[in-house]
């Protein structure tokens, strides 16, 4: 269900779905420590990289809702997988806000 959504999505260049683990699964990704010798990576590439494991956090909780109606893993282990993606999906939706606002704003400068 989730891979028909994102195909309508802004994200529907991220690759296919990734196994995680529940700990990968309850946060956000981290972003690596910058360092003098090394380049942060381009905004784009932070935000792919935000948005697949939004999407992975999607994917996890649909999985294992599936697999809890089947009766192969307890609820408390949905409720979990769940959370984060609701909770990863929150914060992806308040970037996006951010995004939008500060767009406006430059584009109501007067040059």
């Given at each position: 269900m989730i891979d028909k959504i994102s195909g309508l999505s802004g994200l529907s260049g991220i690759a296919g779905p990734r196994e995680t683990d529940m700990a990968g699964a309850a946060a956000m990704p981290t972003m690596p420590a910058v360092s003098g010798a090394q380049s942060?990576?381009?905004?784009?590439?932070?935000l792919k990289t935000m948005g697949e494991g939004v999407v992975d956090n999607l994917k996890t909780a649909e999985g294992k809702s599936f697999?809890?109606?089947?009766?192969?893993v307890p609820t408390r282990e949905v409720v979990d997988a769940i959370m984060a993606a609701e909770q990863s999906l929150q914060t992806a939706v308040a970037i996006r806000d951010k995004m939008v606002t500060a767009y406006l704003e430059i584009a109501r400068m007067q040059i």
């Open positions: 942060p990576g381009s905004f784009a590439e932070t697999a809890a109606i089947k009766g192969e």
